[in-house]
């Protein structure tokens, strides 16, 4: 079956329209939505502005990431390609702002961009600019005419660090053919892990699944290679057992904080809070204070820093991946909130990880927690006991460490699968 010409996409492409005009007039009134709008107002006259003296005989890859996590994902592949063919063209284009934001200087990109709204027409006037060889979509993120349009155009589509969640909206039995047939418009389909690849394979007769594993674990790996940035306070830290607390919300100082006053030797601490706003510093530093705990902002700590006696707070972006190189183990906050943060940040320095039950939509950490290299802790009596246990027994400390860095190891080599896929086009 003709894929772009089945019921389910004659349909979305024939409401799209008028959906997305009646978006439009509700977005006076929501100001998310007409934030959505209003950074999309002028996209196609920039584009075509910056994009018309580009040479055509160049390779031009179209990478497409929902936010910043999946853009992640992608970045290993780009600096594989990038090294060995300098000359390709690198188109990225983000849903979020907050993506667009965090990466929209990105040194290999010709061109960052917000994806425009799904309508044919849309996808049409992008796809005639771009003028993609292969467009690269990161775990999820569909949106079908834009996919139709460069298949249509000719590019090879390739969906990446593709997974199949069992409570998944793919599987409803209402979106089901839906999902099939967005599925079948890629060439390449690279999963997460065997399970997806055969979910992919008997749920949606997709032949082109197979398994390559997650970017993310090579680019953490790759990351981990350079802690430049914390290399004054690892002096500070020698010979200290060290606790890195990780994007912490204020329920996982609720929680962390007290846990971390019970123990009768506490570990050094770090806390890294998710926001660094000057409301919520003000905020964390009056619940430090009222708790009586010395402390210190990492924009104003001097040589007299004493990591015994005061929490160091860490109230600048860009150290958090570097930090727990200084780690003896890690919590990671989310967990208490919508979902749990980056866990293999700190797996990858083999050091433990703790974090909160709300992790379900990161298989990652699920898995690592199968391996023995993190655990969930459900309540403040729960952190407490896993913190004593971390801080006392070395033994343990490093037993699950280990299990940790194997887990982030054992699970490297996806970026050199998905490149050579797109070097065979090149």
């Not at 055969?198 to 949606?204: I, V, Y």
């Not at 390559?212 to 680019?219: E, L, N, S, T, V």
């Amino acid at each position: 079956m003709d894929v772009m010409k089945s019921f389910s996409m004659f349909c979305y492409t024939l409401l799209t329209p008028p959906l997305s005009g009646t978006v439009r007039l509700l977005s006076a009134l929501h100001p998310k939505l007409r934030t959505f709008f209003a950074v999309r107002q002028t996209l196609f006259h920039d584009l075509e502005q910056k994009l018309k003296t580009l040479p055509n005989s160049s390779f031009r890859l179209w990478v497409h990431a929902a936010s910043v996590g999946e853009f992640e994902q992608a970045r290993p592949v780009i600096a594989a390609l990038k090294a060995k063919h300098p000359n390709l063209l690198l188109f990225v284009s983000f849903l979020s702002d907050s993506g667009y934001n965090a990466r929209k200087n990105f040194a290999d990109a010709t061109e960052v961009f917000y994806l425009p709204t799904d309508t044919r027409a849309n996808a049409r006037k992008l796809v005639a600019l771009l003028k993609p060889d292969v467009l690269l979509l990161m775990r999820y993120d569909f949106w079908p005419n834009h996919l139709m349009e460069a298949k249509k155009y000719g590019a090879t589509l390739i969906l990446a660090a593709a997974v199949l969640q069992a409570k998944s909206p793919y599987f409803n039995p209402l979106l089901k053919n839906f999902y099939h047939d967005i599925f079948h418009l890629f060439d390449h389909i690279y999963t997460v892990a065997a399970k997806d690849t055969l979910a992919f394979r008997e749920r949606f007769s997709c032949p082109q699944a197979e398994t390559a594993g997650d970017p993310r674990f090579d680019q953490v790996l790759l990351r981990s290679r350079n802690t430049a940035k914390v290399a004054h306070l690892q002096p500070l830290y020698n010979n200290h057992t060290v606790l890195v607390a990780g994007s912490v919300w204020e329920r996982d100082e609720l929680l962390l904080i007290p846990a971390w006053q019970e123990l009768a030797a506490r570990p050094s601490l770090v806390l890294v809070p998710h926001q660094v706003d000057q409301e919520n510093m003000a905020r964390l530093y009056h619940e430090l204070n009222n708790r009586s705990l010395a402390y210190v902002p990492i924009s104003a700590l001097t040589d007299n820093f004493n990591p015994d006696k005061e929490i160091l707070v860490i109230d600048q972006t860009g150290y958090l991946a570097e930090l727990y190189a200084i780690a003896s183990f890690a919590y990671v906050g989310g967990g208490f909130g919508v979902n749990v943060h980056n866990t293999l940040e700190p797996a990858v320095y083999g050091i433990p990880v703790l974090f909160g039950p709300r992790h379900h939509n990161s298989p990652e950490a699920e898995e690592l927690v199968a391996a023995g290299g993190a655990q969930v802790v459900h309540n403040q009596q729960e952190l407490a006991a896993a913190l004593q246990t971390l801080s006392d027994t070395i033994a343990e400390r490093r037993e699950r460490g280990s299990a940790a860095a194997n887990f982030v190891q054992e699970r490297t080599g996806a970026t050199a699968v998905i490149t050579a896929a797109i070097e065979e086009l090149l």
